[in-house]
């Protein structure tokens, strides 16, 4: 199927046309309660008129904070059907949040609920209520069953008093490129920016999505993500409703109800972000057979682990589709197919939707060529007409050709497929390699007992930056950071097993949104155990002894640090720190010795001087020094020592002392900033060619 | 503003008239060397480097000296690595029977002038302040840069100055004079900085004892160990075919970290003891211990000058029966040299192995390894453990006369005791 009729439509037609053709099929489900694609059709009717008897108008905004239920469904076609334009927001925001998007929205009326036991004490009508003030364009309040006394005090309307309007509605008509919803995006300082997505662009992303996942009428989709988001909106409900399909509802999420559901209501397209899928495989619940009924599912949201989506494929059976997309593209813009092989099924986010186009350039407009790195960008029927209000924000993403910048580093493989590498702005350049935080946090995420994993790059005088995991643990989980650590070596390319790894309770997270990566970078500091190496540690001392062996001077220095103390490489911790006179490593090992304590993963040396070679090739491989005599002098072996590298405090925690390092000289940090001596040498030379 | 000759040295090659200790500078390269054993590590950079070509393949020197003639299969394949590199790059190749010790050679050959900088992936490199060229030791990965951009980076040193005053005595030279220095300062007392030797004893040292003092400068942690050019420099690279080079001088106000004068009258020769340069002893103190082996040559003193010395101690002795004695010259030129004059007959009528220049057993590699309890002195710059084979070996440096007397005596001794031990 290609419903390819559903491409130039608006939503409020989309559900008539399949209300007429569905009409008693169950369309949505929650709990024992169903409804017919005919019921919802008739109710979504019955609001819209009533809402237009509030006098809200069309092109009006209808603000909804709602769990994920049936009344959610029907307010947002109702809305489409006013030619209101819907501003949805996830019922886990705070006040402020709210607050703030309400205010740069201004929606003349709000459907909101109150059910505090359910919502961890949060009222939310309540909350509205008590913002009221602050909202001068709000002329009206709808609350889902509200109670008789907020009613008469606080003059909230009841959403199913509107139901009741039999006012023959006169239907919207709006285009396909009117706009149909705001739905809130977080910039890259974290403030909220209201994508305006039009009918035409999410009803016609939705048949594309519906035509990727092959749905029929027979579908059954399970609705755990929040329809407060286009992933909800978009790939869950409309594609739905293009397929004729069933919705069941979950106003929760919980693994072991969406275990229960997926069995007990047959559930068949399972849509999720990675987080869901890991806690629902993981959980003591899970059983394979109660799975029998998946046939395909979305994993998108979030970077996929390819290891979590193979297991997904495996124990849940089905053939689980990985989609790449974002609000202000509808959201879908590549998803992998049925028919792709186990690849590009796990390791790619797959291929475009019809009629969207992609390019990858370098800097702001220079088209790469397929299998090269650079900022994906998109064009289609289905990019934004722009952020609410805001044509700053908008011109810095979305350029005078149409395309979106998408802000997100990817690779279109010269066969089609994509693979995204990482945000473009959460990029860490630790020692002139780029390191992606979502993808150091998809490896640390497979590890068996981690819950939630953040990898932020802390600011350091040398390296740049350096990267930091955060990692919660699951409730009951033993283990230490070593054995993170010992997985990321199998797993990771050596720069980007994480510096540092700190376990949190919790990490904060705007609700339902991004981890706080800038609260939290601030909780990050350099923290390690001194190794105190004298002048007597020279690996020339040491080395020759092997030349009767051999004179293979790779196969030497490999040696010398282990000879400079035997269980040195083993007892050192990634993180710690060597203290060093300077006559530490010279001579033939002076390649090697560097790279050799790089490799046990310390993170920086403590020096009296950037003296000999050892430094000087220390530099050169982008190994960290502070130069700073009087810490070489006040630390001593085994002292845990903190750092703030940008800031060159070098601090002894044992003995309290505190030290300030010379400052690095910026010509050598250009040699760092580029990756090493190599890079730096490549920049030279071109440099001196075009001089 | 006043200037040391180091810093003169380096403003001439970035291009400035000012340079200040502590500045970093990228300056341009006269010369960049490295051995088998760096010139590996190197060529492997060099290739990771995109659109990598020799700057000048002129300047570029690659001279298999430290495992040569290939010792085993690795050392051959390492040397045939970097043979197939020089003539892909066409760079100059000194190969086995063509070549030296690369310090020994380089300014043999007319490859170093005053003033030069020399980028050299060993650590003696700095051997080539004798004729006031600034050569510095740097890593492979520096190598390799330099090969490509013709420059390298590095930090303008400090400088400290070393006069010395005084006559020299017998038997006391160039060797005795670092040796004692090292002592004073320790291995760590000019820790990046440029050691500027003078006075009236260094105006009238030749150049091998000049040589033999540049050689040892990283030995005190060193960045180079500088003579400023004189009369005797250009007598001595005219010799070698070049008329040509910066004679620069320090300022006399010019602004040292420290400044070190010693009366050498009164010196004897000295003797590093194991394991570090820096445990120095005067002769005296050693007098009549015993050694299993003497190693004369080597870059520190194998140059033609230094096996005269030995030469004029063994001339009509044989080395004691329980020591073996191995000389290596410097570079095939010395070894013609020292054999048409007459040396390697008498080294060989002494019992005396010659071997063919290579820095084999200094470094422990081959031609002269020691087995554990060994003691050997030797004219080479470093005692550490296990330095020239068995980690429980001990190796005593000296100037090349003490040397040869000890291999003759089978322990420690001054030449002018050799009589008086015969007769007893």
């Known amino acids: 199927m290609t419903y390819e009729s559903f491409h130039n439509t608006n939503i409020g037609e989309l559900l008539s046309v399949q209300a007429v053709r569905f009409s008693n099929q169950t369309f949505l489900r929650l709990d024992g309660e169903r409804l017919t694609y005919a019921d919802v059709e008739y109710q979504s009717c019955a609001l819209a008129a009533g809402l237009r008897g509030l006098g809200i108008q069309p092109g009006d905004r209808l603000g909804v904070i709602l769990p994920n239920t049936p009344a959610f469904v029907i307010t947002i076609f109702a809305a489409a059907k006013a030619g209101l334009i819907l501003v949805p927001i996830n019922v886990r925001r705070d006040s402020d949040n709210v607050l703030t998007r309400l205010i740069k929205t201004r929606p003349k009326a709000l459907v909101t609920f109150s059910e505090p036991k359910e919502f961890n004490g949060t009222d939310h009508l309540n909350m509205v209520t008590n913002m009221w003030s602050d909202l001068p364009d709000l002329a009206h309040l709808i609350a889902v069953s509200p109670t008789r006394k907020s009613q008469k005090k606080n003059r909230i309307i009841s959403w199913n008093s509107l139901l009741d309007d039999t006012a023959p509605l006169v239907p919207s008509t709006a285009k396909p490129q009117n706009p149909a919803a705001i739905i809130h995006t977080l910039g890259s300082s974290g403030e909220p920016r209201g994508a305006t997505l039009t009918h035409g662009g999410l009803v016609h992303n939705a048949s594309n999505i519906a035509a990727r996942l092959d749905c029929t009428a027979e579908d059954v989709f399970l609705g755990a993500i929040p329809f407060s988001n286009t992933f909800g909106l978009t790939s869950i409900i409309l594609t739905c409703v293009v397929a004729g399909a069933q919705l069941v509802c979950m106003p929760h999420y919980r693994p072991h109800e969406a275990l229960r559901l997926v069995e007990e209501t047959s559930v068949t397209i399972l849509p999720g972000v990675p987080t869901m899928f890991a806690l629902e495989l993981n959980h003591p619940d899970f059983n394979p057979s109660a799975c029998a009924s998946l046939r395909t599912g979305i994993m998108a949201g979030a970077p996929c682990p390819p290891e979590l989506v193979r297991r997904v494929r495996e124990e849940m059976g089905c053939n689980l589709l990985i989609g790449y997309g974002l609000t202000e593209a509808s959201p879908a813009v590549t998803m992998t197919h049925l028919e792709d092989g186990p690849i590009t099924a796990t390791e790619t986010v797959g291929r475009p939707l019809d009629d969207i186009e992609l390019k990858v350039i370098k800097g702001k407009s220079e088209s790469l060529s397929p299998g090269e790195e650079g900022e994906l960008c998109v064009r289609g029927y289905n990019i934004m007409t722009g952020y609410w209000e805001d044509p700053q924000a908008t011109a810095q993403v979305l350029d005078e050709e149409g395309w979106l910048h998408t802000g997100d580093l990817a690779i279109i493989d010269p066969d089609g497929p994509v693979r995204i590498v990482g945000r473009k702005d959460e990029v860490i350049i630790r020692g002139g390699f780029k390191i992606y935080p979502g993808s150091i946090e998809m490896v640390l995420r497979s590890f068996q007992g981690i819950l939630d994993a953040a990898v932020v790059g802390v600011p350091d005088l040398i390296y740049g930056e350096l990267t930091c995991a955060c990692l919660v643990r699951e409730p009951k989980a033993d283990f230490a950071k070593e054995q993170v650590l010992a997985f990321a070596r199998v797993h990771l390319p050596d720069y980007a097993i994480p510096d540092r790894v700190i376990f949190f309770e919790a990490l904060p997270r705007h609700p339902g949104g991004p981890v706080q990566k800038d609260y939290l970078r601030e909780r990050v500091r350099i923290r390690g155990h001194a190794w105190k190496f004298g002048r007597n540690v020279d690996t020339d001392a040491i080395i020759p002894a092997r030349h009767c062996n051999t004179a293979d001077p790779r196969e030497l220095a490999l040696h010398c640090m282990e000879d400079a103390d035997a269980n040195f490489v083993k007892k050192m911790r990634r993180g710690d720190l060597i203290v060093a006179d300077s006559n530490f490593g010279c001579g033939s090992s002076r390649e090697v010795a560097p790279l050799t304590i790089k490799a046990a993963g310390v993170s920086a040396v403590v020096a009296k001087s950037f003296a000999r070679i050892f430094f000087r090739n220390a530099i050169n491989i982008g190994l960290p020094i502070l130069e700073c005599p009087q810490a070489v002098d006040g630390i001593n072996e085994g002292d845990e020592v903190e750092i703030e590298p940008a800031a060159g405090i070098i601090r002894n925690l044992t003995t309290g002392a505190q030290y300030q390092a010379v400052s690095f000289p910026d010509f050598l940090r250009r040699i760092i900033d580029v990756g090493g001596l190599l890079a730096y040498a490549e920049e030279r030379l071109a440099e001196k060619n075009s001089a | ?424």
């Open chain 2, 1 to 424: 503003m006043a200037h040391t000759l180091a810093e003169k040295i380096l403003a001439a090659k970035c291009d400035q008239t000012q340079l200040s200790p502590g500045q970093f500078v990228n300056a341009r390269v006269d010369l960049v060397l490295a051995s088998e054993l760096s010139g590996i590590l190197a060529i492997e950079e060099f290739e990771k480097i995109k659109g990598a070509r020799v700057f000048d393949p002129k300047k570029v020197v690659f001279v298999m000296d430290h495992f040569t003639p290939a010792k085993d299969i690795k050392s051959a394949e390492i040397v045939k690595q970097c043979r197939e590199f020089a003539q892909q790059h066409g760079i100059r190749f000194y190969d086995v029977g063509r070549a030296g010790i690369q310090h020994i050679l380089l300014p043999e050959q007319g490859l170093i002038a005053p003033g030069d900088l020399i980028a050299g992936a060993d650590s003696h490199t700095c051997t080539h302040g004798f004729i006031g060229a600034f050569g510095t030791g740097i890593g492979s990965t520096d190598a390799a840069v330099a090969m490509v951009l013709g420059e390298m980076w590095l930090k303008v040193p400090e400088s400290s100055k070393f006069i010395y005053h005084g006559k020299l005595p017998k038997w006391v030279g160039g060797k005795d004079l670092i040796l004692h220095t090292i002592a004073q300062i320790g291995v760590e007392g000019a820790r990046y900085q440029a050691m500027e030797f003078t006075g009236e004893v260094v105006a009238e040292l030749e150049m091998n004892d000049r040589f033999s003092m540049a050689n040892m400068a990283i030995e005190a942690g060193a960045k180079a160990g500088l003579f400023a050019a004189d009369e005797k420099t250009r007598k001595y690279i005219r010799a070698r075919g070049r008329d040509d080079g910066l004679y620069l001088q320090s300022d006399p106000d010019a602004e040292y970290t420290n400044v070190f004068e010693f009366d050498v009258s009164e010196f004897e020769p000295f003797i590093a003891v194991p394991f570090i340069p820096e445990n120095v002893r005067p002769i005296s103190e050693l007098n009549g211990l015993e050694i299993n082996q003497a190693v004369i040559g080597m870059c520190t003193n194998g140059n033609l000058e230094d096996l005269r010395a030995a030469a004029e101690i063994l001339k009509g002795h044989k080395i004691h029966p329980r020591v073996r004695a191995v000389i290596i010259p410097g570079s095939q030129k010395v070894y013609l040299d020292a054999m048409r004059e007459g040396l390697i007959e008498i080294f060989i009528e002494a019992n005396c192995s010659v071997s063919t220049p290579t820095c084999g057993p200094c470094l422990g590699g081959h031609m002269g390894v020691l087995a554990a309890g060994e003691r050997c002195i030797s004219t080479s710059n470093r005692n550490f453990r296990g330095r020239m084979g068995h980690p429980d070996s001990e190796v005593y440096l000296s100037n090349p006369y003490i040397a040869a007397a000890s291999a003759i005596a089978g322990e420690i001794i001054v030449p002018d005791q050799l009589h008086q031990k015969a007769q007893a």
